[in-house]
Each structure stands twice: as C-alpha cells, then as structure tokens.
C-alpha cells in the first residue's frame, strides 16, 4: 500500500507537465496504482498494442484477464463473466467493441454501471460515433497514436531475436529493417506478418533478405485506410492545410498517400476546387479553372493518369497567392442576414415588375427609360426611382 500511494503522489507532480490530451491517461494511471480501474475504451490504429495495454493493465491489477471478441462472445457469455465477477476480481476486455448488438451492449453497461467487473474495450472507429452514447459517457477514453518510427524498428528487431531463439536465423540490414518498420505504417501487427512472411518457405541455414523479397512482400500488402474514418479526414485536412500554406512538397506528398490509398479522384477534385475559391480567390481567378478542369478530367481518365492530373491542380493552388476575400465576404454577409433586421431594397435596385409600361421596340431594342438613361451616349443620368417604378432623370453636366 504505501509503494501505491508513492506511485500517486509521483503521478501528482507530472501532472502540472502534462497537456490536457493526457490527463486521462494520468488519472487511469492513479487509478491502476489503487486497484480501481473502472470502463476505459481504447482507441486507435490496428496494430498499435491494444490488446497488449489491456493484458499488462491487468497483471498490474492482479486481476484474471478475460478476454472476448466482440463478433463471437455472446449475452449468455457476458452474464456468466458479470456472475463469476461477483465470486472473483475480473477485468474483462472486449476487442472491436463497437461491433456489439445492442442487446450485448446492454449487458455490458449493466457491468459498467454496477461497477460488477473492470471493463477495457478496444475500438479503431471513433468511440464518439462507432459507440452507444451511454457507454461513452461511462467510460474514459484514451486515443493511440501509430507507433513511431524508432519504435517499430525495435518491433522488428524483437521479431527477429524471436524468430532465432526458434532455430530461424534471417539477416536483414539495419536499412532493410528501416524498410520494413517505415512501410508498416506504425502498425506493428503488419511488421511481423511481412517478417513471418519473408521467413517462411525457406531451406535450412540462415536466410539473407534481398530487395527482390520485400518488394514482393509488399507488392499485394493492404493499406491502413479507412475512407470513413478519423484517419481519411487527418489525411484530407493535411492535404488542403498543405495547399492553402503554400507548401507545394507537402501537397504533393498527402496527395500520394490520398492516390495510393485508392481515394476517389473525383473526391479528391472537388476538395481542390472548393479551395481554389475558398484560399486563392480573386488572387488567381485561373485556379478554380484549373481546379473544374481537374475535375472534369478524372470524370474521364481515373487511374492511374488522373494521379497526374489532380498534382497539376494542387500544384497551382499551392504555388498560387492566397485571397481569402470570397470566403470571408459572404460569411460576413451571411451573418448579417441572418443576425441584422432584413434591409430594403433600394429604388434604385428593384425589378420594376408589374408596374414597368409597356415600351415599344424601336430604335432602343424595347429598353425601358431607365435602362436607356443609364447609356452611354444618353444626355440625363438616372437619380432614382419614384413610387411608380418610373425613373426620374438629372441633367448631365
């Protein structure tokens, strides 16, 4: 008991360090170190050691780990697990738990909310969205990032010492190992299946990866891409934050991940077009031709030539000087329309409507007096409208 509270206080001190995106975190912390965990959701990428976060937290609670997949456990199975927690201390950890019915659901906030079992969930869509409001609200949510770089090179260095003490030596660079831990994409999962992969299938002795093995490795690999999820949006938003900074490198790269994702062209056109208009504006008028033309092409060709043709509008709207003046103009006079009292028209300003005579057609191509006042080679200057629609000239000087 006292190392616990020592922990706590220890965790009290870095809280006045720590940003606001990781006091939960913090707080989940102090509450492992008290043997009360209560709901937690993790959320993140596959790959990045949900599973494996859920078996070490409840070895630091000393409590039996049971854990269920949420497309095969069924009600009965959790009223068994909600009986048993009664008898004995249980966290319970549910994998893809935004996959449950909603009679599963149901149960499993009767243990939440009697606080029958530790629960932890693990979920790669967005709790906010994937999940039953009222789980949410019971639970802390705690977002993964993707492994960082020098990460999965240690995860693929742990594969290999763990493919030797097998009997299977494979020697691998330290840039190949680069290779394979970059081209994972922070998940470690996908790591050790493309070194299973290069492993297997092979004589005895030891065996030496070539460049020829892993671009076959990777040749079919999947990608980690969700067009529905929170990770389109972060690529989409990096693409056009790219765009309206003016980086033409950095445009280019989140459109290379966008194209080699397989997002739709078409998709892709229409964000462009939108901030041609929105960032460039009057600064350059021909962006949004470009833009609508881009479109209008990949309607046409798709892939792969419709990659080249989506670069060449990014390209001018990122290269392209920035007027924000149309966006701002009518979200200014949007906001006075919707917040002011409506203003009147102008005399000036309003459609004659039924109140226009009827003008011959002449010489004037049957224009009323007013449109024939304002011409150039006319001798008066319209001064108004009276409250007949009539136009009342001045003299010109």
């Known amino acids: 008991m006292p190392e616990r509270m020592a922990r706590g206080q220890r965790l009290d001190r870095e809280d006045v360090e720590r940003g606001p995106g990781q006091m ?8 492992i170190a008290a043997g009360a965990l209560g709901s937690v959701i993790l959320y993140g990428p596959p790959g990045v050691g949900k599973t494996s976060i859920a078996r070490a937290v409840g070895n630091m609670l000393g409590k039996e780990f049971r854990p269920l997949h949420a497309t095969r456990a069924g009600v009965a199975e ?46 790669t869509g967005n709790p906010y969205h994937v999940l039953t409001p009222a789980l949410v609200s019971r639970s802390t949510i705690l977002r993964l990032e993707p492994m960082t770089l020098g990460d999965m090179e240690e995860v693929v260095r742990r594969g290999l010492a763990h493919l030797a003490g097998q009997g299977i030596e494979v020697a691998m660079s330290p840039e190949q190992v680069r290779m394979v831990a970059g081209r994972s994409g922070g998940d470690a999962r996908r790591a050790l299946t493309t070194l299973e992969s290069l492993a297997v299938g092979h ?50 790269y989140w459109l290379a991940r966008l194209v080699h994702a397989g997002e739709d062209p078409r998709y892709i056109a229409r ?127």
């Open 78 to 123: 959790l009223r068994k697990l909600a009986d048993e927690a009664r008898i004995r201390p249980l966290l319970i950890f549910v994998d893809e738990v935004h996959r449950f019915s909603s009679t599963q659901a149901d149960d499993l906030l009767s243990i939440c909310e009697n606080g029958t079992a530790d629960f932890m969930g693990a979920t």
């Open 271 to 397: 964000r462009i077009m939108i901030h041609a208009s929105e960032d460039v504006g009057l600064a350059d008028n021909t962006a949004l031709q470009t833009a609508v033309a881009a479109a209008t092409a990949v309607e046409k060709i798709g892939y792969p030539e419709a990659q080249i043709v989506l670069a060449h509008a990014a390209l001018h709207v990122a290269r392209a000087p920035k007027s924000a003046s149309a966006s701002r103009g009518i979200g200014l006079a949007l906001q006075a329309a919707v917040s002011e009292p409506p203003a009147v028209v102008p005399a000036p300003s309003r459609s004659p409507g039924r109140w226009a005579r009827p003008v011959a057609v002449g010489r004037d191509g049957g224009m009323s007096p007013a449109r024939r006042l304002r011409q150039p080679d006319g001798d008066a200057a319209v001064r108004g409208v009276d409250e007949r629609g009539k136009a009342q000239p001045v003299p010109a000087h």
């Open 24 to 31: 939960a975190a913090v707080e989940r912390r102090r509450r």
């Open 203 to 252: 004589p005895g002795g030891a065996i030496e990866i070539t460049e020829a093995m892993l671009e076959e490795a990777y040749a079919a690999a999947p990608v980690n891409h969700d067009r529905s999820g929170d990770q389109h949006y972060d690529l989409v938003s990096a693409f056009v934050k790219s765009m309206r900074g003016s980086d033409p490198d950095a445009a280019l």
